[in-house]
T-cell receptor
Framework: ETGVTQTPRHLVMGMTNKKSLKCEQH?????MYWYKQSAKKPLELMFV???????ENNSVPSRFSPECPNSSHLFLHLHTLQPEDSALYLC???????????????FGPGTRLTVL | KQEVTQIPAALSVPEGENLVLNCSFT??????LQWFRQDPGKGLTSLLL?????REQTSGRLNASLDKSSGRSTLYIAASQPGDSATYLC???????????FGKGTLLTVNP
């Protein structure tokens, strides 16, 4: 276990549904991340939060809405998704968000999302 | 823009064989390089982290090397076991951005 948990582990939703993914880290870290892993593609960074403030939005469509109410919790709110949004969504955390020294990221198990 | 390529995309070997996974990156100005393992339906587990000033790191049967100037890293797995079957991901941080840039991974199958 890495100290990062994600719920649910699997989610199937229709294009008109609204759902949320949850991530919780028990490591006392200050930075949290959302990644998307699609089939046959590398992991893509979606959002970064540092001390509950969004510091990175990697050109993600507005149908994905992140929320970080505190440094231990991160949500990804989903609405009117498309079938191509089906993927594994991974959450990660690190001690801080900085370039030097490198802050190792610890990953959760992911949520497998299927959009019908 | 940093790009990371992993070769081969898939590899199947008999148990006990030594093997090498390859990773290359386009921007050599990296801070670190990290190898991860991903099991089906699970997240990423960090295997080895190589600082930009280092040339290799070892952990048990795993040895990772880094050649910044040529933009290459290799992950050597000695005496492979069926439990080593997983997808191995290479990621770099640095270059023109601070992000962790991943390769697509190598799917390794070790047959008993």
């Amino acid at each position: 276990e890495t100290g990062v948990t994600q719920t649910p582990r699997h989610l199937v939703m229709g294009m008109t549904n609204k759902k949320s993914l949850k991530c919780e880290q028990h490591l006392g870290h200050n930075a949290m991340y959302w990644y998307k892993q699609s089939a046959k593609k590398p992991l893509e960074l979606m959002f970064v939060y540092s001390l509950e403030e969004r510091v990175e939005n990697n050109s993600v469509p507005s149908r994905f809405s992140p929320e970080c109410p505190n440094s231990s919790h991160l949500f990804l709110h989903l609405h009117t998704l498309q079938p191509e949004d089906s993927a594994l969504y991974l959450c990660a955390s690190s001690q801080d968000y900085s370039r030097r020294p490198y802050n190792e990221q610890f990953f959760g198990p992911g949520t497998r999302l299927t959009v019908l | 823009k940093q790009e990371v390529t992993q070769i081969p995309a898939a590899l199947s070997v008999p148990e006990g064989e030594n093997l090498v996974l390859n990773c290359s990156f386009t921007d050599s100005a990296i801070y670190n390089l990290q190898w991860f393992r991903q099991d089906p339906g699970k997240g990423l587990t960090s295997l080895l982290l190589i600082q930009s000033s280092q040339r290799e790191q070892t952990s048990g049967r795993l040895n990772a090397s880094l050649d910044k100037s040529s933009g290459r890293s290799t992950l050597y797995i000695a005496a492979s076991q069926p439990g080593d079957s997983a997808t191995y991901l290479c990621a770099v941080i640095g270059g023109s951005n601070y992000k962790l840039t991943f390769g697509k991974g190598t799917l390794l199958t070790v047959n008993p």
